[in-house]
């Protein structure tokens, strides 16, 4: 069974920080890209950032640079964003999603070519 499970929110003031982990299973990582992208109230999901598995290479929604930094474990088959300096415009659903890379990073921040969907974590940042 290929699977997304996405755990780390929570709530956090702002300036505070929060890692999310997405741990992939199921399916071959290694031809994958992994991103986060995130979905606030009445909004459409936006990317935020995107990680390619063979290489690491990484890519950010501008809103974000500085700010947050994506990473792989490929031992654990598991991404991270490490979230700092935190906004309340932060604050949405994250959710992890993977799909071919060579698909995923040609059309980076687009939602399109994602094959798994993770369940959502919620994060929420105000004082």
């Known amino acids: 069974q290929s699977q997304l499970v996405e755990s780390g929110g929570g709530s956090v003031q702002p300036g505070g920080s929060l890692r999310l982990s997405c741990a992939a299973s199921g399916f071959a990582v290694h031809e994958f890209a992994i991103g986060w992208f995130r979905q606030a109230p009445g909004e459409e999901r936006e990317g935020v950032s995107l990680i390619r598995m063979s290489d690491g290479a990484t890519y950010y929604n501008d809103s974000v640079k500085g700010r947050f930094t994506i990473s792989r474990d490929n031992a654990k088959n598991t991404v991270y964003l490490e979230m700092n300096s935190l906004k309340s415009e932060d604050t949405a659903v994250y959710y992890c999603?993977?799909?071919?890379?060579?698909?995923?990073?040609?059309?980076?921040?687009?939602?399109?070519?994602?094959?798994?969907w993770g369940q959502g974590t919620q994060v929420t940042v105000s004082s």
């Open positions: 999603g993977a799909g071919e890379a060579v698909i995923t990073v040609a059309v980076w921040p687009s939602r399109v070519g994602y094959d798994y």
